[in-house]
């Protein structure tokens, strides 16, 4: 058979996919097949992702005041839901990176979902003091007393009553005040990371404005914040 025929392009088209993305080709292979090589890839895709999934919770849990077996039980729960939907998905794989990495992305995605529902269920608003107390700080102002500190942040309580919108509140005290991931707060929310800077940006700009009408703030101080 010439090379030019048909056929003959088949084989070299397939060894430089098995080249290119390495163990993708098999990983895809296994996974829409059946029997116990599925059933083997299906296991080793779930420990695989577990490893990510744990040490995404790991490096988020200052965020969510979690440890322990409820910290293993949120990754246990995100890489078995992102082993069902890469299943689910997989003939959207298009080769244009390795597997594991496109695998990835679901796993984090489900870790950012799981954080998001569990940070929100134990949230109450609005909320504790020290939290509040914190503002000056994340505003870039460092009250000259502990009197001056108090005062900016009523202020900025104040503020946020008077000036924010319902949702912009929302997102402002999950964001800014609660430390909530940005991702998280983005699937809680049926909304987008842009969507939500674009928000948090324009509650800043009101609060900040009311600071300066105010007298808590210069407008120099705004510059640098």
């Given at each position: 058979?010439?090379?030019?025929e048909p056929a003959g392009k088949a084989?070299?088209?397939?060894?430089?996919?098995?080249?290119?993305?390495?163990?993708?080709?098999?990983?895809?292979?296994?996974?829409?097949?059946?029997?116990?090589?599925?059933?083997?890839?299906?296991?080793?895709?779930?420990?695989?992702?577990?490893?990510?999934?744990?040490?995404?919770?790991?490096?988020?849990?200052?965020?969510?005041?979690?440890?322990?077996?409820?910290?293993?039980?949120?990754?246990?729960?995100?890489?078995?839901?992102?082993?069902?939907?890469?299943?689910?998905?997989?003939?959207?794989?298009?080769?244009?990176?390795?597997?594991?990495?496109?695998?990835?992305?679901?796993?984090v995605l489900e870790v950012a979902n799981?954080?998001?529902?569990?940070?929100?269920?134990?949230?109450?608003?609005?909320?504790?003091?020290?939290?509040?107390?914190?503002?000056?700080?994340?505003?870039?102002?460092?009250?000259?007393?502990?009197?001056?500190?108090?005062?900016?942040?009523?202020?900025?309580?104040?503020?946020?009553?008077?000036?924010?919108?319902?949702?912009?509140?929302?997102?402002?005290?999950?964001?800014?005040?609660?430390?909530?991931?940005?991702?998280?707060?983005?699937?809680?929310?049926?909304?987008?990371?842009?969507?939500?800077?674009?928000?948090?940006?324009?509650?800043?700009?009101?609060?900040?404005?009311?600071?300066?009408?105010?007298?808590?703030?210069?407008?120099?101080?705004?510059?640098?914040?």
């Open positions: 058979m010439s090379p030019s084989e070299p088209d397939l060894a430089h996919r098995r080249v290119a993305y390495g163990d993708s080709f098999d990983w895809v292979s296994a996974l829409t097949g059946s029997g116990p090589a599925r059933e083997q890839a299906v296991a080793s895709l779930h420990e695989l992702l577990l490893r990510v999934a744990r040490g995404e919770v790991s490096r988020r849990r200052a965020a969510i005041g979690v440890e322990g077996p409820e910290l293993d039980d949120l990754a246990h729960q995100a890489a078995a839901d992102a082993v069902i939907a890469i299943i689910a998905k997989i003939g959207r794989f298009r080769g244009e990176s390795r597997f594991t990495t496109w695998a990835y992305k679901f796993v799981k954080i998001g529902r569990h940070f929100w269920q134990r949230r109450t608003w609005p909320l504790e003091q020290e939290e509040w107390d914190r503002l000056p700080d994340r505003f870039g102002v460092r009250p000259a007393d502990q009197a001056e500190g108090r005062d900016l942040v009523s202020a900025v309580r104040r503020a946020v009553d008077e000036e924010l919108t319902e949702r912009q509140r929302t997102i402002f005290a999950a964001l800014v005040l609660g430390g909530m991931p940005v991702d998280a707060l983005a699937i809680e929310l049926g909304t987008t990371r842009n969507a939500l800077y674009k928000t948090l940006f324009d509650a800043r700009r009101k609060l900040r404005a009311n600071l300066v009408a105010n007298g808590y703030l210069t407008r120099d101080e705004v510059g640098r914040s």
